[in-house]
């Protein structure tokens, strides 16, 4: 089984700053990554598939990057809606096994 | 709107089994894949498996093996998750997500339920 880790576990970082959050794959995934972003009480939301591909309606401000096993998620400026968790998920054996990172979650600073 | 409507919170006892249900609406219902991941209370997100309501063909997480089974009824655009031998460690929210019906492409759970609550408790 693939193995994510994400780091930091929590970031905490003042509106209007840059966020970087990372993942790491336990073996390669090349580029099937996806990131989720989950609110308090709320479902997870799609944010990015393919490492870097912005799903539909998701703002600029958020990026992503990387292949192999590591990976970011960038917040180009933090909104106060973007207080939340994160988390990365790996399908690089799709449609079999699927994983998901621990998640970091980002608080206000 | 696409959507995804999940049954209600269920209280099941140890050694019970739960069905929780998920509708679709807004799409072919037959065109995407139904996931479903868990969360337990203060924890992160875990993949139980999909079902392929065109097919009906499901693939589940090795950990699931054996008290898990997805199916669907595509006359009301709905599917099922059913979990057996219930454990205190399976209290959780428990989502369902469509993905794109692609064997070859993910672009990843687009859709997602609003989740419903499942307390194991003696």
């Known amino acids: 089984e693939i193995v994510m880790t994400q780091s930091p576990a929590t970031l905490s970082v003042s509106p209007g700053e840059r966020a970087t959050l990372s993942c790491r794959a336990s073996?390669?995934?090349?580029?099937?990554l996806a990131w989720y972003q989950q609110k308090p009480g709320q479902a997870p939301r799609l944010l990015i598939y393919g490492a870097s591909t912005r799903a539909t309606g998701i703002p600029a401000r958020f990026s992503g990057s990387g292949s192999g096993t590591e990976f970011t998620l960038t917040i180009s400026s933090l909104q106060s809606e973007d207080f939340a968790v994160y988390y990365c998920q790996q399908y690089n054996n799709w449609p079999r096994a699927l994983t998901f990172g621990g998640g970091t979650k980002v608080e206000i600073k | 709107q696409v959507q995804l409507v999940q049954s209600g919170a269920e209280v099941k006892k140890p050694g019970a089994s739960v069905k929780v249900s998920c509708k679709a609406s807004?799409?072919?219902?037959?065109?995407?894949?139904m996931h479903w991941v868990r969360q337990a209370p203060g924890q992160g997100l875990e993949w139980m498996g999909w079902?392929?309501?065109?097919?009906?063909?499901?693939n589940y997480a090795q950990k699931f093996q054996g008290r898990v089974t997805m199916t669907r009824d595509t006359s009301i655009s709905t599917a099922y998750m059913e979990l057996s031998r219930l454990r205190s460690d399976d209290t959780a929210v428990y989502y369902c997500?469509?993905?794109?019906?692609?064997?070859?492409?993910?672009?990843?759970?687009?859709?997602w339920g609003q989740g419903t609550t499942v307390t194991v408790s003696s």
């Open positions: 073996q390669s995934v090349s580029s099937n």
């Open positions: 997500a469509r993905c794109m019906l692609s064997p070859f492409d993910y672009y990843g759970m687009d859709v």
């Open positions: 079902i392929n309501p065109n097919s009906g063909g499901t």
């Open positions: 807004g799409y072919t219902f037959t065109g995407y894949y």
